[in-house]
């Protein structure tokens, strides 16, 4: 739903091809009012990649929501490089709700942009930008309605919750939602802002990531039986996974494949990897990743479990050559799946504020099972489609971004009564 606004309001006014949106000037925040569009022009200008700190922006989120009478609570990382930054509008009383998105954004670097990934541009509908959709978006409507949700008189809260580091593995969240449950008065519910088109979403998989290093042994490749291939047995790791995804991708398909999920089985999968040094040397190391993302039914732990005892048969064979060789396994990270809920406040609060009853699962992991596992009833509901998060030319339509706006206000009012 779009929403007009008089002609005076010149964040509104129709944006030519290409015209660049306010970004983020030095001015003072002190009690400026922002429209959604505005506001997502702001945090968009901030590249919070997650290799980089986030703190220009929770600065500013802090600082701008003091100057509306907005007390905010930081939760730092070990070095104090990043925050979470949470808050709590309203009367501290139960049966408030939570709006929770991640400040980082994945990277722009390597990938091929029309308009600078940092500079919010406007080119009809669609605004452009790196985050626009995932999930700066949902940020900017909730820190652009905040003076409004401030001033509303609510009588349950709205609680704010800005994390970082959610696209590296969900590491930044859990901190800041444990201080909340020893902190805030028992919430209603949690609403994950993550792109849905604004559909109730109660389930994805979870996520788990890790970090796999084969250490070889050096030789000149005419004397290949001499060495050990660090790259040859990392190949077979990754033969492996594809292996085990068909596997799972078979037994789906056998069982009628009427799942939520999209694809409806666990998948494995390497995104990156290095390794060896020249063609005629049997590599030393080489290095990959993997993410293997289970159904709410199963355990990523079971998958760990399976992939490390097909890595020690390889390493036994690798050591009869060198027994200094072998495969180190990492875990990065370990979110979990997002789980239905057997009447769950948040869904049915969410449906209410949506009209939408229809079941929506997605394939991407999200915080929200954090949430769940601190026990607060959580859904996924945001602007956006995740088609275009992490994509080059990440964009939201201004249609998307009113859709988030008038969920943000239909639950202002619900919360006045
Ligand atoms: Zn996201």
């Known amino acids: 739903m779009l929403l007009n606004l008089p002609d005076d309001q010149p964040c509104l006014t129709p944006r030519q091809f290409g015209e660049r949106l306010p970004a983020n000037e030095l001015e003072s925040p002190l009690g400026q ?121 609510l009588q349950r809260p709205i609680h704010l919750a800005l994390s970082y580091d959610e696209e590296v593995g969900c590491l930044g969240a859990p901190s800041m939602i444990r201080e909340m449950r020893e902190t805030i008065a028992p919430p209603q519910a949690v609403i994950v802002g993550e792109p849905t088109k604004m559909q109730v979403v109660t389930g994805h998989k979870g996520v788990m990531g890790l970090e796999v290093h084969v250490r070889g042994k050096p030789v000149h490749s005419s004397v290949v039986h001499e ?48 390794g060896g040094t020249a063609h005629n040397i049997t590599a030393k190391d080489c290095r990959f990743t993997v993410d293997i993302r289970t159904l709410p039914s199963e355990r990523s732990g079971d998958y760990l479990a399976e992939f490390q005892a097909f890595a020690a048969s390889l390493e036994s064979e690798m050591q009869r050559v060198d027994p200094a060789s072998g495969i180190d396994i990492v875990r990065r990270s370990d979110t979990p799946a997002c789980r239905r809920e057997v009447q769950g406040e948040a869904e049915a609060l969410a449906r209410a504020l949506t009209g939408d009853n229809a079941e929506h699962a997605v394939a991407y992991g999200t915080e929200a099972g954090q949430f769940q596992d601190e026990a607060f009833s959580t859904v996924v509901c945001g602007p956006g489609d995740m088609e275009q998060g992490h994509a080059p030319d990440e964009f939201i339509t201004r249609e998307q971004l009113a859709a988030g706006e008038a969920f943000q206000r239909r639950l202002i009012e619900r919360l006045k009564n």
């Open 33 to 153: 009012q922002f429209s959604p569009e505005e506001m997502l022009g702001k945090l968009v200008g901030f590249p919070t990649v997650s290799s980089q700190s986030n703190l220009p922006l929770i600065d500013f989120a802090a600082d701008y929501l003091a100057s509306h009478g907005i007390v905010s609570h930081r939760v730092p990382n070990a070095d104090g490089g990043k925050s979470n930054l949470w808050a709590t509008i309203g009367p501290d009383v139960p049966g408030g709700v939570v709006l929770s998105g991640h400040t980082d954004v994945v990277p722009a670097e390597g990938q091929p942009w029309t308009s600078d990934p940092f500079t919010l541009t406007a080119r009809g509908d669609r605004l452009y930008g790196r985050g626009t959709t995932d999930m700066k978006g949902f940020l900017a409507i909730t820190l652009a309605l905040a003076p409004e949700m401030a001033a509303a008189g």
């Open 227 to 274: 060495g050990v291939s660090a790259i040859m047995v990392a190949a077979r790791l990754i033969t492996w996974l594809s292996e085990r995804m068909e596997t799972n991708r078979l037994a789906a398909g056998n069982a009628g494949g009427d799942s939520l999920f999209v694809p409806p089985y666990t998948t494995l999968h390497s995104g990156r990897i290095e």
